[in-house]
């Protein structure tokens, strides 16, 4: 390769994203070029550009869901030798702390996230350490593919509240990611599903990927998702949104003995009051997760793979990077799109 430089999309400062010629990463030893083909834009980008996450980061190269090809190899990789269509996982651990040897390696003293904490996809070039490259079927879209990421973090937290089938799973949420949840927690056999939002196109979509019941948020919910479980609450209640007030919700959601989902990114500093004398006497548990790492990758390329997802509407919009910015303006409050996937090439 006799290029240089690249385009990237650089985070300024919140609010403030420009399109840059940079120089393209020289890889390690143990790393891999790779040519991003697509990059999608979720929350957390979103978070970023608004100033509520990462902020200490700035200015950064974000962009964290990606797919593309292998460009180039380091001196000491060998599994790779150029070509490959593959995406990543984008949590580098360091493979040695406490956590790491945990089998934990989100919780890892040393992790960096790509696009978040270092310089990540809305570029045309990446460098990926060879361990953390995960080969995608040739058979499989770039667009699926740089869908992976968001999905392996929804598979992440389906094992994490280990979901029986005929369960009931109510999820708080009508988001892209919510919709994901939705189809995650068929898979697993779960029965009924119950979204709680307040969109109500997005409610229309949730029910077109397998959600039974749909529910608009307000006082009337808590009576509603007793009636459709035998006057219980939900076995796994999952909050997809971020809010103290949807926190606070999956309190009253949630059936006597039952299980909390804290997925949904809430600000730093929000604080949710609950009371501890329910938990007890309810024996409610709260499980929080946070990415997906590792294994969690792997198998939601298996799941894509086999279709048991539909992410139709996951690809329908897209855009190229000298774009990006409005794809951001777009997004604080154009809800008719699921996901902007932005092309680098
Ligand atoms: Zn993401
Ligand atoms: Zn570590």
Redesign the pocket.
Known sequence: MNKKQMRGAMFLEPGKIEVQEVNIPEIKENEVLVKVKYC?I????MHIYNGVYSKDKLPLIAG??FSGTIEAVGKNVNRFKGGEKVVADINFSCGTCFYCRQDQPLMCEQMEQLGIHIDGAFAEYVAIPEHMIYEIPDEMDFKDAALL??IS?VVRSAKKYNIKFAESVVIIGDGAIALIHVQMAKICGAAPIIVVGLDDKRMEKAKELGTDYVIKSGEGMYDEVKSLTEGRGGDVVIESVGLPVTYEQTFKLVRPGGRIVAFGLAKEDCMVGYKPFEVIIKELSMVGTVAGAKNDLAESITLVKHNRFNLEDYKTTVVQLEDIAQAFERLKTDRSVLKILVDME
Do not use: K, Q, S, V
Request: proline fraction near 10%; charge should be negative.
């Open positions: 999608g979720c929350g957390t980008d964290h869901e990421e968001p973090c």
